[in-house]
């Protein structure tokens, strides 16, 4: 029988989390799934370990590639779904056990929408509760209408706030294969932030929605975030540049505080004190905001105090 979605899961080394994610993923309710997990040139023991989950839970389908990256692991594994409904999830990461069904239901309802998405809660390796998504970025203006907790809502201005909001977690979201294939799919070109770069095409082609749920954990392993930032950084660059045309005037302001911001984060992170309050001034002056404003505020004690 043909699933009604295919979860993508790109798995290198993760051995330690695949059977938390897996669980999240068989305990959905009343939805037929397909588990295609590309395995990138594991060697933790990740391949045995799936090949046996294999034997109980037939639903998964195994794809060995030789350290080709997420981006193509993910599209190889766009191409080899059976579904028009795609959902991603990292091995890392683990959904709520309703997560799949409303989100199915309302795409399948409305064809015009082509991604939608979730609140989500950053947590600790040791499985503490950070802050939720949409709390940290209060500036995308979600509703906060309580009867919309787990129903879905069209994200209006998707395209400009995508940028200056980073709100998509990749675990939360759900596209349709053929929509996403027309974007043409994550771009392996890019050193990092693919996924932000795939959110803004499908922007462009057609209607983006979200729901407050918070239904899905994400884990911050702290091994991963610093290294990763500045590849992150160069890609976002290239992408607003890619974008920049279609954005007004503030929303041309808001994004280049939000680049600002960013590199805030990354030279805080590395200790240079100088050049993080650079970056946090300007982040305020182009758009000032409660969370700007605090990291100006800390940067700025965090230089005097060191004097």
């Given at each position: 029988?043909?699933?009604d979605v295919s979860v993508i899961?790109?798995?290198?080394n993760c051995i330690d989390y695949l059977a938390k994610c897996i669980d999240s993923i068989v305990m959905q309710k009343n939805i037929l799934v397909e588990i295609i997990i590309i395995d990138?040139?594991?060697?933790?023991g990740s391949v045995d370990w799936i090949e046996h989950e294999q034997k109980t839970v037939p639903q998964i389908v195994?794809?060995?590639?030789s350290r080709q990256g997420v981006v193509n692991a993910?599209?190889?594994a766009i191409e080899k779904a059976q579904s028009e409904y795609i959902a991603f999830l990292d091995a890392d990461d683990y959904w709520c056990e309703d997560k799949l069904f409303s989100q199915f239901n309302y795409m399948k309802k409305n064809i015009d929408c082509v991604l939608s998405f979730t609140d989500y809660m950053h947590i600790t390796e040791d499985g503490k509760e950070i802050?939720?998504?949409?709390?940290?970025w209060p500036e995308a203006n979600f509703s906060k209408s309580k009867s919309l907790i787990n129903d879905y809502k069209t994200f209006d201005d998707a395209l400009s706030k995508l940028m200056y909001a980073n709100v998509v977690g990749t675990s939360t979201v759900m596209v349709r294969r053929s929509a996403i294939i027309e974007a043409g799919c994550f771009d392996n070109k890019l050193t990092s932030a693919s996924d932000l770069d795939c959110w803004l095409k499908l922007a462009n082609i057609g209607n983006v929605a979200y729901s407050q749920q918070c239904a899905m954990h994400y884990l911050m392993r702290s091994n991963s975030i610093t290294a990763n930032r500045l590849n992150r950084l160069t890609a976002m660059v290239e992408?607003?540049?890619?974008?920049?045309?279609?954005?007004?005037f503030l929303e041309n302001a808001k994004v280049k505080a939000r680049i600002n911001e960013c590199y805030g984060e990354f030279y805080r992170e590395v200790g240079k004190r100088g050049k993080a309050l650079m970056c946090s001034q300007k982040?305020?002056?182009?758009?000032?905001?409660?969370?700007n404003f605090k990291h100006l505020l800390y940067d700025l004690k965090s230089l005097v105090g060191n004097k």
């Open positions: 029988m043909k699933p899961i790109p798995n290198y990138d040139g594991s060697t933790d195994l794809i060995k590639q993910r599209n190889l802050i939720k998504c949409f709390e940290y992408i607003v540049n890619r974008n920049i045309k279609n954005l007004s982040a305020f002056y182009l758009f000032p905001h409660k969370r």
